[in-house]
């Protein structure tokens, strides 16, 4: 097997997480490369994926005038980072895995997917929940007939309070400005996976939702804008309070996620000074938030099909349920398994998927290794089918998107359609 020789730009939580990868399958690929602009983060990653000097750079406009360092690079800056490098560095011939959204705004999204058809590149935008041998079960059924001509479609993804707190409020994907909508930043993974499952295209969608109560109106009276300093009576009867949330309920896993965005020493004092100085310790309703906390998308596909789609923060942090309804039977898939009802036989059947090792389903219920494994098979074999989660399927999804955001924005039923109407 040949070895895909990898060049990783932005190496944060997922750039990481990926290139681990490597550790448990170093037969499969190595890391040649980095581009992260945190010294810190550059050293820690260059030293254990054992980067010589130099090829760790601060950033990766600075391999544009070298000739190429890898065979792929797997692009992991932060959601307004994506278009430059992923144009760019598909004009020098990298195959590139990047991350979702592939850009914030339609244009920049035309521009990732012009480019990886111009260079004949393999591109895989990381919509991981394509790759899961759950999600690849429920495919498998759909297009074997199991429950004849999809219908309908209803899809709900419970953020969870404290995931909701944490990445969309107190976090990196609070703020439109600073990010992207919720809907782009989070559950451009639903819309995606809505649009795998359905046959035919999204021809028009409708949508409500917004900021409801992450705001100062309901801030507690009394309370401080950090919970650090907020009186005991109040802090401690608030379910969205840091130091519940990443002391007191995750006090054994301090060195995970999301304790380990804090800061990357894990210990007590030191998650406790980061709740007293940084983004994460502010009170909830005193942030600089502005994404939806709730959001609804109604959809109309060709053929006449319809999906619905709710994303909400005020739920147990949980797993997606999912019920496809097809003219012959449905598919009710929760993390109890699927259930597959059969009109025929008026017969509910739970269906088993073998989804592998702890280790291999600890990222998205094993979406992110079915995605490492199924691009660097691409590469290695030139066979851009293996990936489906290219381009052209991405800029659809996020096509759908754009629409629902429009929709929601202006209060009407949008066209799905590649311009901004
Ligand atoms: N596929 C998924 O399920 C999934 C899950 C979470 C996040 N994401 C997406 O992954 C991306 C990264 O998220 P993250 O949590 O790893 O973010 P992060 O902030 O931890 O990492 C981004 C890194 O990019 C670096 N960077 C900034 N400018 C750079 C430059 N010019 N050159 C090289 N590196 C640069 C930053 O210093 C940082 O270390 C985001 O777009 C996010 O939305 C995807």
Known sequence: MNKVRIMVVGAGQRGVGYAAYFECYPSEGEIMAVCEPQDRLRHTFGDR???????????????????????????????KGHRDPAVLLADKGYH?????????????CLDIHEA??????????????????FNRKIKEMLDKGAIGRIRSIQLLEPVGYWHQ??????????????????????????????????????????????????????????????????????EGSCAYSALKIYLRDRKY??????????TPE?????????????????????C??????????????SGGATASFTMSGFTKSGSRELLIMGDQGTLRCTDQGIDYFDFLNDRISNIEVDIGDGLITSGHGGGDIGLIREF??????????????GPKVSLESHLIVFAAERARRKGSVEMVTEKEI
């Open 288 to 301: 600089d938030n502005d994404v939806v906390d709730h959001q609804v998308v109604n959809m109309e596909f």
């Open 49 to 79: 994926f054992s980067i010589p000097e130099e090829r760790r750079f601060a950033d990766w406009r600075e391999v544009l005038d070298k000739p190429r360092l890898a065979d792929a690079v797997f692009i992991c800056t932060q959601d």
């Open 253 to 262: 896993s301090l060195d995970k996620w999301p304790v380990n965005v804090l």
């Open 376 to 389: 660097l098979s691409a590469v290695r074999s030139s066979d851009p089918s293996r990936v489906i989660s």
């Open 165 to 234: 707190a944490h990445s969309f409020v107190r976090g990196n994907w609070r703020n439109e400005g600073q990010s992207t909508p919720m809907l782009l930043a989070k559950s451009c993974h639903d819309i995606d996976l809505i649009n795998y499952f359905m046959p035919g295209r999204c021809v028009r969608v409708s949508s409500f939702g917004d900021l409801s109560y992450f705001i100062g109106a309901n801030q507690p009276e009394g309370a401080a804008d950090r919970c650090t300093d907020c009186p005991a009576e109040i």
């Open 116 to 133: 990886a058809e111009r260079n004949g590149i393999i591109l895989a935008v990381c919509h991981v929940l394509r790759y899961t041998p």
């Open 266 to 286: 894990a210990a007590p004092g030191t998650v406790l000074k980061a709740l007293q100085t940084g983004p994460y310790g502010r009170c909830v309703f005193a």
């Open 96 to 108: 590139i895995m990047l991350e979702k959204p592939m850009a914030p705004d339609l244009q920049s």
